[in-house]
């Protein structure tokens, strides 16, 4: 059921809004065969149909030990599925007089903080081709009891909604929304299994419809759990290339400084992104890369979005975009990026070339003020705390701010969404014109990247920003992208090697490849085409300083002159023979898509 039919967002809340509880099960095992009985006896022959004509009902089974989600939905097979890790709040986050700092808690009567949230099927559904819109927001919400606070729709937003989506991201719409049919709910030091059914006769899906749907789902849920390798994906790199190509990103990154030098002074930030596609030997599971990256995740939101018979999005981001409980709204502005230190006082050092650095403070500061001038345009106050400090995470280091608000009324949740997103920090300043620079400039289509990833609830919602994420199509191809800022003093080369180290996360995963692969690019500049061939070494060659950045897997020691990433170094093996070409094209000029063209489908590979 598709909850974003025309009209649906003026048609008011379902008529029944509930949330049952069943006794709690010492295994997921036992629980599983609970919600089964329960939902069976929906439909038996003593048990009428409600009377109302729409609803939503969760039913939930509390288990007495805590289990990993990942591991949970590692074992299911059933699509659609979503994953999303809650972040813990960070401990200078600012709180506005009166109440208490806006920390992501689960809000459902629990004691225990919700630590991560699996899902397969969908209860309903809610995805557009047009730009997200008030509508699509109360069609969603109509679903989302406020007392009900773990009915939540799961999903993500386009970056630019206006743009043609390219045959990869085609199945996730403008939007792609969904409330879970079977939930996994992972607590501190428990856990809960759910069902959700939701019906609406207005949008031809009945209560029998809804249940017998759901029943079909429980047949299909693994009892137990699966353990995968959280510190590699065990496969080998077969070819790598990046659009644009090393020599396009320049031509850009140069366009661009043109533009923010210039008299008109027409943008004053932009950020362009990169799209890598990794072939490998070994098609990788969406699950088993996100418990790879939840294990790096400290501060961050993992999150996996796969709607049926499409790729997954999946993700590891450390920005917030923003979080409401009733109230209160939380953001933070993250910007300017430098690699961790080896030892204690290199990191040291590094992060205070990042705190003095003129450029990335120009940076940082577009990207604060303009979401604190976003934020009094909606909220009644404001509150910045701190106003710029390190974030550290185990790969990189960002300058950072916190940001506290109050809206007037819940209904602003909405506007807050629409405001925020696209911040600078991932389209630019002024916005339009940042996001017309990306749109005539980009030869690939983002899609979900750098857009909003998260959940609405009926009290609470969050969303972080989807970057440092990829997309895993069913065959080998997986798409990594990464981004970087573009202001006043920026150099090409070093925002290159800055993409390079925001990718190092999935490329570290991928290292331990058996072949060495060697790069010779050509591009046709007229037609926005590139052809890159790579080459099997013969004998065993060592890596020079000087092709580590084209090396898979390996991240360039040096970003901006300082910090090598830990424990990231090149390896020379000896090869097998093997030789391939691949030719790709992503768009035409003037940002035209052309993703339905015979190149495109080579780049993407069989599959998507």
Not at 245 to 255: I, Q
Not at 306 to 316: L, T
Request: some cysteine; charged content about 25%.
């Amino acid at each position: 059921m598709n909850g974003c039919a025309p009209g649906a967002g003026d048609r008011g809340a379902v008529c029944v809004r509930e949330a049952r509880a069943l006794p709690a099960a010492p295994a997921p095992h036992d629980a599983v065969g609970q919600l089964r009985a329960a939902v069976d006896a929906l439909i038996g022959s003593e048990a009428p149909p409600p009377a109302a004509p729409s609803g939503i009902i969760r039913i939930e089974v509390p288990i007495r030990q805590r289990v990993d989600a990942i591991e949970w939905l590692h074992a299911q097979t059933a699509l659609p599925r979503c994953f999303f890790s809650a972040r813990a709040p960070l401990p200078d986050a600012p709180a506005l007089a009166g109440t208490s700092s806006c920390g992501n808690g689960n809000g459902n009567g629990h004691r225990q903080q919700l630590v991560s949230v699996a899902g397969v099927g969908s209860a309903v559904f809610f995805r557009g081709t047009e730009p997200f819109s008030l509508a699509d927001w109360r069609a969603i919400k109509r679903f989302l009891p406020r007392d009900c606070p773990l009915i939540r729709a799961y999903g993500a937003i386009r970056f630019d909604a206006t743009s043609d989506a390219s045959v990869e991201w085609e199945d996730y719409g403008s939007f792609y929304f969904i409330v879970p049919q079977v939930e996994f709910n992972e607590l501190e030091e428990s856990s809960v299994l759910a069902t959700t059914i939701a019906w609406d006769d207005s949008l031809s899906w009945t209560w029998r419809n809804a249940v017998e749907e759901l029943q079909s789902t429980l047949r299909k849920i693994s009892t137990c759990s699966v353990q995968g390798n959280k510190t590699s994906l065990q496969t080998a790199i077969v070819s790598l290339n990046h659009v644009p190509t090393k020599a396009s990103w320049d031509l850009a990154v140069t366009k661009a400084l043109q533009m923010i030098k210039g008299r008109q002074r027409e943008l004053v930030k932009v950020v362009l992104a990169r799209c890598s596609r990794y072939i490998t030997d070994t098609c990788i599971d969406p699950v088993e890369l996100l418990a790879c990256l939840k294990v790096e995740g400290q501060n961050a939101y993992q999150f996996c979005i796969q709607p049926p018979d499409a790729p997954a999005f999946v993700g590891n981001s450390p920005e917030q975009l923003f979080h409401r409980k009733h109230l209160n709204i939380s953001s933070e502005a993250l910007a300017g990026t430098r690699a961790r230190g080896k030892t204690r006082a290199d990191d040291f050092q590094i992060g205070q070339d990042l705190l003095l650095s003129t450029k990335e403070d120009i940076e940082f500061t577009i990207v604060r003020d303009s979401i604190k001038n976003k934020l009094e345009m909606i909220c009644d106050e404001v509150v910045v705390h701190p106003s710029k400090a390190l974030r550290k995470l185990p790969r990189v280091q960002h300058l950072s701010a916190q940001l506290a608000a109050r809206i007037r009324n819940e209904d602003d949740e909405f506007e807050i969404l629409n405001t925020l997103h696209p911040s600078p920090a991932v389209c630019g300043l002024p916005t339009e014109e940042a996001r017309r620079f990306i749109r005539d400039h980009e030869i690939f289509d983002r899609g979900m990247y750098a857009g909003p990833v998260g959940w609405f609830g009926g009290a609470e919602s969050e969303f972080a920003v989807g970057i440092r994420s990829a997309l895993l199509g069913k065959g080998h191809s997986t798409l990594v992208y990464a981004g970087a800022g573009i202001v006043e003093g920026t150099n090409p080369s070093f925002e290159w090697d800055e993409l390079d180290l925001k990718a190092s996360q999935f490329a570290k995963l991928l290292r331990y490849q058996e072949q060495h692969i060697r790069y010779q690019e050509a591009e046709n500049l007229g037609t926005g085409q590139a052809t890159i061939v790579i080459e099997q070494q013969q004998q065993h060659e060592e890596v020079s300083d000087g092709d580590k950045r084209d090396q898979p897997g390996v991240v360039p020691g040096q970003v901006r002159g300082e910090g090598r990433v830990d424990g990231e170094h090149s390896e020379s093996r000896q090869p097998e023979p093997w030789r391939g070409a691949i030719a790709m094209s992503c768009k035409g000029g003037g940002g035209r898509s052309i993703a339905s063209s015979p190149g495109v489908l080579g780049f993407l590979g069989h599959g998507w």
